[in-house]
């Protein structure tokens, strides 16, 4: 499964033109690292950076999702492998996208969508390709995972 990130056409490191959205994002970014800046940038997808992570802490992610922008001036959230290795103690509060409002309300409509899926999504995620294994209870992280959006969204209100 990682191998078909090599199919993605990958944005250079540097700017590709002098109205370059990814770099203007980069330089916005470094300035403030919150949900408006990436509302504000025209890279598609780019609120996503802070979904993906807010999704991770509702996992109890290990590490940060990595990111790559494609040469169209795409976000792509890649390399979420230690998600449900085992207990991190992530916290969504902790991470800086919940730094203003805006970014607490993008956190409270993911932990809704989290918590509206209906189970029937849930059992797909589950089910595995014949000969794999899991080493943990994926059913019960799960599991924890509407816990957390729930606890958040009791926190909130």
């Not at 890279?43 to 996503?48: I, N, P, Q, R, Y």
């Not at 992280?141 to 606890?151: K, S």
Request: proline share 5%.
């Amino acid at each position: 499964m990682h191998s078909a990130i090599l199919f993605l056409d990958e944005h250079p490191h540097c700017a590709c033109g002098p109205d370059c959205p990814i770099e203007a994002l980069r330089a916005e970014f470094n300035k403030a690292p919150v949900v408006e800046t990436l509302r504000a940038s025209s890279v598609l997808g780019a609120e996503d950076w802070a979904r993906g992570e807010m999704l991770g802490s509702l996992c109890d992610m290990h590490e940060p999702p990595g990111t790559l922008f494609t040469a169209d001036h795409r976000f792509v959230q890649i390399d979420n492998e230690l998600m449900f290795s085992s207990h991190a103690d992530a916290d969504l509060w902790q991470l800086h996208w919940l730094a203003t409002d805006t970014g607490v309300d993008l956190a409270v409509k993911l932990c809704q969508q989290v918590l509206d899926l209906p189970d029937a999504v849930f059992d797909e995620a589950l089910k595995f390709p014949q000969g794999v294994e899991v080493a943990w209870d994926l059913c019960a992280e799960l599991d924890r995972v509407r816990l957390r959006a729930r606890t958040f969204l009791e926190q909130v209100q």
